[in-house]
């Protein structure tokens, strides 16, 4: 084996060495939400089939059996339950048959004889249990080493929610389960079930059936990005039905999970309207489908459920028939969910039909109300009024606090914190769901690796949120009943996707809502979040791996001959194999790392063997030159790639990039001022880094923003040089406000001094996405040029954001 070779396979053995020597709490007991105490004890328990479960009563059956599931499932034995026993058992006990606060308190011993759980109440027994299946190994063994503890538990909040939008797209009964059974693996108690949306009616109502014949399905998808590049013309649909619906909540219930349903009012309402077209303002109006509709509806007039996303006019009508109807729907599902809360949804309520229709406008003055948003209010106090008549709470997305809030509501704030903290401040309870740090239907990746609604929310943004504002009283944080992950199924088509979306961040999520904030860290987190994998990895369950993706970066040279390509992840053990597109050519003589067809002979599993010395003429054309560093010196045009490779064995992903080299690429360049705080780049050196942006705001980071100012640069070629032209990429995407340059002004000098103006470029001429501006100069002999790109200013009239200042996005500046 070559040296160099036989070094890197020792380095990783070493770690290894190096790694299970000081195997530290973090590795001994990965428990993910961390406890909030945890004492570690000398000694292991065996656990086996050997091992008896004693139970101190019948409350305690639900948490041996999910025990008993769990071992047969990935262990492949169960244990028997026993009345008494004097060794090598696991005793479940609870403290109290009802105790006041916070429910799911626990403590647990393990020790050599014996575990001991000892819940307040059954949930913290079921808590306590949950705890000791991830002291399991992730292996399947005979004999399990459990290592002693003391461990003394409870939650930070009340409320620990995860939501799953079965409109959108509908998930399957099992599916449904098995998500139940994640919440309560993770120690969320809450599981809110958004069942019905412009796409679907998904729950059985018995007194009108059309709800789900009708508003279950829809005539096709749209596929891709909204507004979609086709659609799919296929009848999707689905509903559960009532018995289906009671099955559910006693399987949560065995799981102490609560169910809250969400039937949604007065907006997102297309698919009940297309089932009762009475419950429209204009029930004869035909269902516009923005962006690309099926044939089928193309063909059809009349109400339709909605083939694409966003949010619709066609709302319910605050009508005595539309109140009759959401009373009878109401009266079934109170009667389906033991649940004390309802979800009554409230967001995203356009007003446009109400502002039409002659029967809210006379509603609006007869009731004395200030506009549609008091209507709104007005349709949300009805419903609560009704709501609370059956025993019962409504939670309602922040827009129910537009227009005054139902007396007894409690908000779920998504546009950020703002709504929480006016609830909180009202004296109203509230849930925290930001869609900055709770949305999961957010890509993980910045490179986004499958559709996605767009955003960027990785799990150490998830991890990082504190549900309680900084703002609040002590008295006023009191009604921050805890937070909630929301998964919006637009973009997600199968339980897989919706998995992939979950993991790993549920566990994130899982401790910001259960840990103390002193108890709570990233760092320690971190420690435990490969075991989180293995365990995923055992129960085949799918999930995101970008948490390891390599992460590149362009980094500017001493002497500004070129860029440095430079990839990092967060595995520790990974050897980088860069390869350039660079050929050697024959003849040569050097050391090098060169591309063989024999996957055997690399010990590294890729493909690329290390040669000491080597006269590339004995080998074939057509090499490429490969180094197995992390970081490359780049100087060409051409697509260079990079893969890491996890201790020789495991491929923690492939990057791919292209290289544009100019006159300025690379070169020192400096910005009059700054781009703005939200859109820094990696500050001026982005205008010459190589890379230009194809992807637009998937990779915003490519860009520098300005907003209200004008992108100034200068570029130091380095010596005298002779300029032909010089181009500007910049974005347009107006629906986000961002405009192309109002003109690009190019200035030469030979000193960095005294420039004389070029050419003045007014650009008119774009296409939206990314656009190439070309400034043609008649071949000057220079050293510096000044290239400034001057911002579009106020947005116009009619267009999105109008009045506002527009942005300026740029990302690469090239000179020829
Ligand atoms: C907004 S969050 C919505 C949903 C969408 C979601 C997509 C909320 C109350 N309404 O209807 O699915 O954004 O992220």
């Keep these: 084996m070559p040296s160099a070779m036989k070094n890197i396979l020792a380095i990783c053995l070493m770690l290894i060495a190096l790694q299970s020597q000081s195997q530290s709490i973090a590795d001994k007991y990965p428990i993910v939400p961390k406890p909030q105490s945890l004492t570690p004890k000398a000694g292991n328990f065996k656990l086996s089939a050997a091992t008896v479960i004693v139970l101190d009563n019948e409350g305690e059956v639900p948490a041996a059996n999910f025990l008993n599931d769990y071992l047969s499932r990935f262990y492949g034995f169960t244990l028997k339950l026993a009345k008494k026993a004097s060794k090598n058992f696991i005793r479940l006990s609870v403290k109290h048959l009802l105790v006041p606060g916070v429910d799911g308190k626990y403590d647990m011993q393990v020790a050599p004889a014996a575990i001991n759980i000892s819940g307040d109440d059954y949930q913290g027994a079921f808590y306590g249990v949950q705890t000791l299946l991830q002291l399991l190994p992730t292996k399947k063994i005979a ?51 958004h069942l019905t949306d412009d796409q679907g009616w998904r729950i059985e109502i018995k007194k009108y059936p059309r ?67 009475e419950l429209s303002c204009f029930p004869t109006e035909t269902t516009v489908i923005p962006g690309i509709a099926s044939e089928a509806s193309k063909k059809k007039a009349g109400k339709k459920v909605q083939e694409t996303w966003g949010v619709f006019e066609d709302v319910f009508a605050p009508t005595e028939y539309t109140f009759n109807f959401l009373e009878n729907v ?12 309802i979800h009554i949804g409230g967001d995203e309520c356009p007003k446009e039909a109400w502002k039409r ?36 709470k409504i939670i309602g ?3 129910i606090l537009e227009g005054g809030l139902a007396p007894n509501a409690t908000v779920m704030s998504w546009r950020g914190e703002e709504g929480g903290i006016a609830a909180a401040k009202q ?65 997600m088509k199968t339980p897989g996707k919706v998995e992939y979306m979950l993991f790993p961040r549920l566990a994130a ?47 500017r040279t001493h002497k500004n001959n070129g860029v440095i390509w430079k990839m990092s992840t967060k595995r520790e053990m990974v050897t980088y194999k860069i390869t350039t597109p660079k050929i050697i050519p024959k003849g040569t003589i050097g050391k090098y790392i060169i591309a063989m067809p024999d996957f055997q002979k690399d010990p590294l599993g890729g493909l690329g063997i290390f040669m000491d010395t080597v006269i590339v003429d004995t080998l074939e054309e057509n090499i490429r030159k490969i180094f197995y560093d992390d970081s490359v010196f780049i100087n060409e045009t051409g697509t260079y790639s990079a893969t890491g490779i996890y201790c020789g064995r495991r491929k923690v992903g492939t990057i791919e990039q292209f290289f544009s080299f100019n006159k300025a690429t690379g070169k020192k360049i400096t910005l009059t001022n700054l781009a703005s705080k939200s859109y820094p780049g990696d500050g001026a050196f982005t205008l010459v880094n190589g890379i230009q942006n194809d992807k637009g705001l998937a990779r915003s980071a490519e860009f520098l923003g300005f907003s209200e100012t004008d992108c100034e640069a200068v570029i130091d070629l380095g010596k005298m040089d002779t300029v032909n032209k010089v181009m500007v990429h910049s974005l347009e995407q107006q629906g986000s406000w961002i405009y192309i340059p109002k003109s690009i002004e190019v200035y030469t000098s030979s000193d960095g001094n005294d420039f004389t103006p070029q050419s003045i470029f007014e650009a008119n001429e774009r296409k939206p996405g990314n656009n190439v501006f070309t400034i043609s100069l008649p071949a000057v002999p220079c050293r510096f040029i000044k290239v400034k790109i001057t911002n579009h200013g106020k947005i116009g009239g009619g267009k999105p954001g109008a009045g506002n200042p527009s942005w300026l996005f740029v990302d690469e500046i090239e000179v020829w």
């Excluded at 229709?357 to 009024?385: N, P, T, V, W």
């Excluded at 309680?468 to 008295?475: E, F, K, Q, R, S």
């Design 143 to 193: 004999t399990a080493n459990i290592p002693c503890v003391d461990i003394m538990d409870e939650p930070r909040f009340k409320y620990r929610g995860l939501h799953l939008d079965v409109a959108r797209h509908f998930m399957p009964v099992d599916f449904i389960k098995k998500y139940i059974d994640y919440i309560a693996c993770y120690k969320l108690n809450t599981f809110h079930w």
């Design 211 to 277: 709800l789900t014949s009708v508003g279950g399905w829809r005539d096709g998808t749209i596929a891709g990005h909204y507004p979609g590049t086709s659609n799919d013309n296929i009848d999707y649909g689905g509903f559960y039905t009532q018995q289906e619906v009671k099955e559910i909540v006693q399987y949560a219930k065995e799981r102490f999970v609560t169910i809250i349903p969400e039937i949604e009012m007065p907006g997102h309402a297309s698919a009940a309207i297309a089932a009762h077209p």
């Design 330 to 341: 109401i009266d079934e599902v109170v009667a389906l969910f033991p649940a004390t809360y």
């Design 357 to 392: 229709s002659a029967f809210c406008q006379q509603l609006i003055k007869e009731k004395g109300l200030k506009d549609e948003h008091g209507l709104q209010s007005y349709f949300i106090q009805r419903m609560e009024k009704y709501i609370n008549s059956k025993g019962k």
């Design 397 to 399: 997305w922040d827009e």
């Design 427 to 491: 004296g109203h309870d509230v849930i925290m769901t930001p869609g900055s740090h709770c949305y999961l239907d957010h890509s993980q990746s910045k490179n986004e690796d499958s559709v996605t609604i767009g955003g960027y929310l990785p799990i150490e943004t998830v991890y990082s949120y504190d549900p309680v504002p900084a703002v609040l009283t002590a008295g006023e944080a009191k009604h921050i009943l805890g937070a909630q992950g929301n998964v919006w199924t637009e973009y």
């Design 509 to 555: 999520l899982s401790e910001m809502l259960w840990t103390k904030k002193e108890n709570k860290g990233w760092d320690d987190f971190e420690k435990r979040l490969p075991v989180v994998f293995e365990r995923l990895d055992m129960e085949s369950v799918n999930y995101s791996t970008t948490y390891y993706d390599l992460k590149a970066e362009v980094k």
